[in-house]
């Protein structure tokens, strides 16, 4: 290990984070039933500009009114270069801020982004007596967020969260795209031919791969939960399911759920399954002998197990226990 320890952001189940905009208060009581382990009530992109106004109220009356029981909520906030940004902290942190847990900072360009949100909400923070320090979700979705994603990642002991938001993303790179983190037949493989017939075979590419794994390793050398954006076809269950197993598969912890019915998905794909947990637990018992006897790598099952795998196997047993006692 680096003499540099990471220090990890607080431990919390992200696995499916459901987008609710401030200014459609009939779904707010459904979202507080829903099973999403994280919330958020938009006041960005899903709320038009004369509406900001209105959805600041009823975010600030739901967060005050609505029994949201234990669940982890967000609010999401106008950009920086907006004139909305300042009074959606201001009002919101004022009025409600006691039962926000996180801030959700879209088009993160620079760290000094963070720092300016940083800066505003410790003194609202201070001067409303809040005792709970409130964590910061960012979304990286410009390509300017994208090349400084490594100093954003670091800029605020605050930071929790680094979230894929591939639409903006793919509007700021002008990616070739329509459907919001779908895929692209363009961005695919033709292979050479694979028989006498000359016969060839296409293979669609994840044209993500590059962006989910950059923010995926800025994300874990802070400590932080890397967390995949929305997939705008929400009928397309499959669609969604494979997308969120892609980035569960690079080490992503979550999935926005654009509607209520991607929760489920998310909230599968992204816990350990129970085999899964099984051979993790019989990894740490294998290894606990091995040390027992000296040894410092075992087989399981036909397999090496050495000490990387028993760190494997610790985080998702911890996971599991996280599932338990959530
Ligand atoms: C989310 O905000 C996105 O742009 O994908
Ligand atoms: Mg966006």
Do not use: C
């Amino acid at each position: 290990m680096s003499f540099h320890s990471v220090t990890q952001a607080p431990a919390r189940l992200n696995r499916s984070e459901l987008a609710v905009p401030g200014s459609q208060p009939q779904m707010f009581e459904k979202a507080a039933q829903s099973g999403a382990d994280i919330v958020f009530l938009d006041l960005e992109d899903s709320v038009a500009p004369d509406d900001k106004e209105q959805a600041r109220k009823n975010i600030i009356e739901a967060l005050n009114d609505i029994d949201w029981n234990t669940k982890i909520m967000s609010l999401r906030i106008n950009g920086l270069d907006t004139h909305y940004m300042y009074r959606d902290l201001v009002d919101v942190l004022e009025q409600a801020g006691e039962r926000l847990d996180l801030i959700m900072i879209p088009k993160v360009g620079t760290a000094a982004d963070v720092y300016a949100v940083d800066m505003l909400v410790t003194q609202i923070e201070a001067a409303s007596g809040y005792r709970k320090p409130i964590g910061f979700e960012l979304i990286i979705e410009t390509a300017l967020g994208m090349q400084n994603v490594n100093e954003i990642a670091a800029a605020s002991r605050r930071n929790e969260s680094l979230h894929f938001g591939v639409a903006d993303y793919a509007a700021s790179t002008r990616a070739r795209t329509t459907t919001i983190g779908g895929v692209n037949q363009d961005y695919s493989v033709l292979t050479d031919a694979l028989d006498s017939t000359g016969a060839r075979a296409t293979h669609w590419g994840d044209m993500w791969h590059h962006a989910l794994s950059k923010l995926v390793v800025a994300a874990r050398a802070n400590g932080l939960r890397p967390v995949d954006g929305p997939f705008g076809d929400f009928s397309d269950p499959d669609g969604y399911t494979a997308a969120a197993k892609r980035a569960a598969a690079l080490g992503y912890e979550g999935k926005w759920a654009i509607h209520p019915s991607q929760i489920e998905f998310a909230n599968d794909v992204m816990s350990p399954g129970t085999e899964e947990v099984a051979r993790a637990r019989d990894i740490l018992a294998a290894m606990k002998q091995a040390a027992e006897q000296g040894r410092g790598a075992v087989s399981l099952g036909g397999r090496l197990i050495d000490y990387a795998s028993i760190r494997q196997a610790e985080v998702l047993v911890e996971k599991a226990r996280q599932l338990q006692t959530a």
